[in-house]
């Protein structure tokens, strides 16, 4: 290939009749695509019928890379996972840490595409060019710690790189994730579609290397990167201390914004109990990190006395402290830690799961579930025996956990009544800790985002920074494009959000002058927000072919009509009128149909996609 | 480093598993160091995880038994100013010395075969630098080399 960071090569594995295709990736579909999110959206527009159910053979799951993967480059060692989602039936993404990008890298693949249903329990072993169909039925209802144990043993190297999924995952439970490590491709039931390949694992090894078009610009940037950096005090001390648990003062006490007992409240009075600043002094381990990551915001917890005593995880972060406990209104962190790794170990999204759990909390305070429903357990905010217990009887879809299996949207329809209203999801994806009330760009975001209540398509970074004022309505819809083309480029190059802090919150040329040096792309500004933009749309069209449009893009009627009753940011909401003027707005920016969200014929050929407005007639 | 010091001190490089981060910056800045290329299987440096707190580390430790030298079939191996060099016109890649290491100091590479063992890099090994956690530094043993 004339670029570098790429190897020119994407398999495409059929469990059904183990065939594996070769495919590769020329010059110009790097250079249109960029990699991970991008790739991943062309080849499953391509591939699959976004009609199908998501557990239908034919549909397909992605594993990419970028160009910076295998790199030392920083907050780069990460892979891409994308499907057809189970939870919100459209086009999903989740990206993890984890050296397993790297190793395809080594392995001379730049992704591989799985396809069809294999027999019995199997898991795929790439050694370079070998590739193996190895039976997992000895793995089958094992854990994720566990599988990979067991994987890395039969292979005896205790480097190699494992993903697996855990009973979660196997139960077809919607919000299953892929565990590498300990990190997760935790959202959207990507384990779930795994599962339902009956694929435990995907083990990658690899012998060769990755390299950079320009040894000496590479080297000046990193040079650049390792004095600026310095002068972002997130990312020079914040994150290196505490992780994403700093956020928890920030966001649940001095904005009052970290939803609390499912979203009746965003004021946790309890915020102390579960604030990063306590997590390091009481149950501090060790700081661990994803890999080619100075940052290293990961940590090892433990609780070290209490109900809990002997917890240990690699987290929580700031998600799970949000959806494990100020959701169910549970502060004690020794539960928090043992759900954190619970919920890893079985398998499944933490967010998802407590969000759903919380749920449930607030369906059976009202009365709308009585206790014959949850199987006898009294369900309410604050039951961290129930909390926890519940994590195993979801993973293997037993008595109420089967209902919990769902995820909240799902749910709220089988429980009936006025639930739906709050099932705090977009789209069928349970919000993260970042309101959608008190972030009038959350709002939008999580209402137009690909994946719905995704933190990782429009970002709140920005807005609790003060550079878009969180209240404002005005420029809002293109403060919110910007987000999602920076989330965008940055999910294709597949390297951590976290440095947007130094980077720019919205798309900048502060990134091309990151890229060009190891792709050799030469990109201008305009070429690589054309780039984001074209993948954006992919993914709506994929959207739009699922039966999506401007309708699906709402929030639930909690958000939309009940203002923050309490704390700094009391009375603060995004009703139905607002959002409606600010998607008005978006759609016309976007290039896509006011009237449906559909992008136009017009848009579609600007950004070089004229067979997308093809097939969807536009 | 100046030669005469590293004749009269033993080098070691030092790895702290409590201050390792498992970010693997060590073994790709080792590999740009030698080969200006990333790989895991061209640096001179492991670090593996085998759980939440323990972290192991292999590379030359330089001891004073060099089990790799005697190992050699083809007396490729030899020792020479504190560092283990290799005559890769003599050595035919058996890879005997890779087994004959019990701290799994030694690779082959991947596409020369050749061993490929840590050289310090002169005396102020890259991967110590970069470590962004100081879970790796260069110590000076007060013992002389046998």
Same mark, same amino acid.
């Given at each position: ?11 495409? $594995? ?37 009609? $199908? ?19 030392? $480059? ?104 892929? $565990? ?158 043992? +759900? ?149 480029? +940055? ?128 | ?146």
């Amino acid at each position: 290939m004339k670029y570098s960071g790429y190897k020119g090569k994407v398999l495409k $594995i059929n469990l059904t009749n183990r065939k594996v295709v070769t495919d590769e990736v020329t010059d110009e579909f790097a250079r249109k695509y960029l990699g991970g999110n991008g790739f991943a959206a062309r080849y499953l527009f391509d591939m699959v019928d976004p009609r $199908i159910d998501p557990y239908d053979a034919n549909n397909v799951v992605a594993m990419m890379t970028g160009p910076f993967q295998g790199i030392n $480059i920083p907050t780069a060692g990460k892979y891409y996972m994308a499907t057809k989602s189970p939870l919100t039936f459209g086009y999903f993404d989740s990206v993890s840490g984890g050296f397993i990008g790297a190793q395809m890298k080594y392995a001379g693949i730049d992704g591989i595409l799985i396809t069809g249903k294999a027999e019995k329990p199997t898991y795929l072993f790439i050694d370079d060019d070998k590739i193996e169909f190895r039976s997992a039925e000895k793995l089958w209802g094992k854990r994720t710690g566990e599988t990979q144990e067991l994987i890395k043993e039969e292979d005896g190297d205790p480097n190699l790189c494992v993903s697996a999924i855990g009973p979660a995952g196997e139960n077809l439970v919607r919000f299953a994730c892929v $565990i590498t490590e300990y990190r997760a491709a935790g959202r959207g039931g990507v384990g779930a579609v795994m599962g339902s390949k009956n694929l435990k694992a995907i083990a990658v090894r690899g012998s060769g290397t990755n390299d950079v078009a320009d040894h000496e610009r590479f080297k000046k940037w990193m040079d650049w990167y390792a004095v600026e950096v310095k002068k972002v005090p997130a990312l020079a001390t914040g994150m290196p201390t505490y992780g994403t648990p700093a956020l928890v003062a920030s966001i649940g006490k001095m904005l009052g914004a970290m939803g609390s007992y499912n979203h009746q409240t965003e004021w946790f009075e309890q915020w102390e109990l579960i604030s990063g600043e306590r997590l390091k002094r009481d149950h501090w381990v060790k700081d661990t990190g994803c890999p080619a990551c100075p940052i290293a915001c990961s940590k090892v917890f433990r609780a070290k006395e209490g109900k809990w005593k002997g917890a240990t995880s690699e987290g929580p972060e700031f998600e799970t402290l949000y959806s494990l406990g100020s959701m169910c209104g549970i502060a004690d962190l020794g539960a928090i830690i043992l +759900g954190d790794i619970s919920c890893d170990e079985w398998g499944m999204d933490t967010i998802t799961y407590g969000v759903t759990a919380s749920f449930i909390m607030e369906a059976y305070t009202k009365g709308l579930l009585t206790k014959e429903k949850t199987d006898g357990v009294d369900f309410k905010f604050g039951n961290d025996d129930a909390m926890i217990a519940y994590i195993e009887k979801t993973a293997k879809r037993q008595g109420l956990g089967n209902l919990m299996a769902e995820g909240s949207r799902l749910a709220s329809r089988i429980v009936g009544g006025d639930t739906e209203r709050f099932a705090m999801q977009a789209k069928g994806l349970e919000f993260p800790g970042h309101s959608a009330r008190a972030l009038r760009g959350m709002a939008l975001g999580y209402a137009t985002a690909t994946r719905g209540g995704s933190h990782h398509d429009a970002r709140p970074t920005g807005e609790y920074a003060g550079a878009s004022d969180r209240t404002a309505v005005d420029g809002k819809p293109a403060w919110v494009i910007g987000t999602q083309q920076m989330t965008t480029i +940055g999910d294709s190059l597949v390297q951590c959000h976290f440095l947007e802090r130094l980077l720019g919150f919205t798309l900048t040329p502060k990134y091309v002058d990151m890229i060009n040096p190891v792709t050799g792309f030469e990109y201008s500004f305009a070429e690589l927000v054309d780039v984001a933009e074209r993948i954006l749309d992919l993914e709506r069209a994929f959207n739009v072919r699922a039966g999506m449009t401007r309708k699906e893009d709402t929030l639930p009627k909690r958000t939309l009509e009940e203002p923050i009753p309490e704390g700094p940011s009391k009375g603060m909401y995004t009703d139905a009128k607002t959002l409606d003027k600010m998607l008005d707005e978006f759609y016309v920016l976007k290039g896509w149909d006011q009237k449906t969200g559909i992008p136009t014929r017009a848009k579609l050929v600007r950004v070089g996609l004229t067979d997308v407005a093809d097939v969807l007639n536009v | 480093m100046t030669v005469v010091m590293a004749l009269e001190k033993k080098p070691l490089i030092r790895f702290d598993m409590n201050k390792c981060a498992f970010c693997k910056i060590c073994e790709l800045s080792c590999a740009e160091q030698h080969y200006g290329s990333y790989g895991e299987a061209i640096s001179r440096i492991t670090v593996i995880r085998k759980n939440f707190t323990l972290f192991k580390c292999f590379i030359c430790t330089r001891c004073d038994k060099r089990f790799c030298v005697p190992a050699c079939p083809k007396n490729a191996l030899s020792y020479r100013h504190g560092d283990i060099v290799v005559d890769e016109r003599l050595c035919d890649s058996c890879g005997d010395c890779v087994k004959a290491c019990p701290f799994h100091g030694i690779k082959l590479h991947p596409k020369t075969k050749m061993p490929i063992i840590c050289d310090l890099c002169d005396g102020d090994p890259r991967c110590v630098k970069e470590c962004p956690k100081q879970a790796l530094s260069l110590i000076w043993l007060q013992q002389t080399r046998k």
